[in-house]
């Protein structure tokens, strides 16, 4: 599977009539690409990470730009629920993004990825609980098919790398499409030359 196959917002055609179903799916596909980078080895282990990192990226971009402010107004008590996300966020991006500079075959890659996942898993339990659940009480079936249709849209423009500090709405919106092309760029590039 190449790095543009990476699953994302859409690419099941599921029909997505509910943001939580459709976030708590990528989770899951999250779970099977940490998986499948630690099964694997060699060129099947950089793709496998390469389509971890761009899922990652793309799925952290539209909760940014989607759920957070969405849990800011209409969650009690959201903005302490979202600060903490986005330092959790922040956290797992600075991580990725040192693997991600790595090669795959060094041996600190693979305790590093670890570290990476049980991250990434702590913070998806913790959306689940504090975020998710809370949406689907907060509103109606009308607003989580529409913020289904965000998702997809703020993924298929996200930036497929971590960027640190760019935890927000307002500075994705601002600095995500220079940086999403900078990404797009680099990852024809690295096609082109065959590193997936």
């Known amino acids: 599977m190449s790095e543009l196959e990476t699953p ?3 690419d099941d055609h599921a029909s997505d009539i509910d ?6 799916r990528q989770h899951g596909d999250i779970r099977n690409l940490f998986d499948e980078v630690e099964q694997s ?3 099947e282990r950089r793709d496998a990470f390469r389509r971890l990192v761009r899922l990652l990226a793309v799925h952290e971009t539209a909760e940014e730009e989607v759920v957070h ?4 107004r209409a969650v009690e008590g959201g903005e302490q629920v979202v600060r903490d996300r986005l330092a959790e966020e922040k956290s797992a991006k600075e ?3 040192a693997l991600d500079d790595m090669d795959t075959d060094d041996p600190e890659f693979m305790p590093r990825l670890m570290r990476l996942r049980t991250e990434v898993q702590e913070h998806a339990r913790a959306e689940e609980r504090y975020e998710f659940s809370h949406i689907r009480r907060s509103t109606d079936v009308t607003n989580l098919a529409a913020m289904a249709k965000a998702v997809k849209a703020a993924e298929a423009m996200a930036p497929t790398r971590p960027h640190p ?3 927000s709405a307002t500075a994705n ?3 995500g499409p220079v940086a999403a092309l900078m990404d797009r760029t680099k990852d024809a590039v690295r ?3 065959g590193k997936s």
């Not at 943001?19 to 708590?24: C, R, S």
């Not at 402010?69 to 800011?72: G, S």
Request: proline share 4%.
């Open 8 to 10: 994302q917002a859409g």
């Open 19 to 24: 943001v939580v179903a459709l976030l708590m």
């Open 41 to 43: 080895r060699g060129e």
């Open 69 to 72: 402010p969405f849990v800011r």
């Open 95 to 97: 991580t990725l993004a």
């Open 165 to 167: 500090g760019v935890e």
């Open 173 to 175: 919106v601002a600095l």
């Open 191 to 193: 096609k082109a030359m």
